[in-house]
């Protein structure tokens, strides 16, 4: 598994397409070696602003495109992030949105990054492995002074 952490990384064009390079050359490894997962992590850094976040999803996009090489090794793309990008569409692309009204590219934009998040399956998982409603559904009040530690 190859891990490409956001995480305290200043993107950038060349950031970008080194990681992608990177990934070619791991996949003209023999078809044979199996799939060549792929692990995007933390990408909620790099949504604070649009230059990072067009980065973000440039890198996402060139990860997910597909090799007429039979020879080359199959990739499968996970991304986490601990916001959900789709959940919080408006939140994050204020920007993006405010420039839709003086100018028609930035709605192509936008679509393009909807239309690339939109291709994801989503999963969500509670940090500690349980739902965090269990600790209230299943309360026991001689408990208490657990909850406030």
Not at 25 to 36: I, V, W
Not at 91 to 114: G, H, K, M
Request: overall charge negative.
């Amino acid at each position: 598994m190859l891990r490409i952490p956001l995480l305290d990384a200043s993107l950038s064009s060349w950031w970008v397409d080194d990681r992608v390079r990177h990934v070619k050359e791991l996949k003209k490894t023999s078809a044979a070696d199996g799939t060549l997962w792929i692990l995007v992590s933390n990408l909620e850094a790099q949504l604070v602003d649009k230059k990072s976040r067009n980065e973000a999803f440039r890198l996402i996009e060139q990860l997910l495109g597909r090799s007429l090489d039979k020879d080359e090794r199959r990739t499968a793309l996970i991304v986490t992030s601990a916001i959900d990008p789709i959940a919080h569409f408006d939140e994050l692309f204020v920007d993006e949105r405010q420039e839709t009204y003086a100018n028609v590219i930035p709605e192509v934009e936008l679509n393009r990054s909807s239309a690339l998040l939109s291709r994801f399956t989503r999963c969500y998982v509670p940090l500690d492995g349980q739902s965090a409603w269990n600790s209230w559904h299943n309360y026991d009040p001689t408990r208490w002074p657990e909850s406030v530690c």
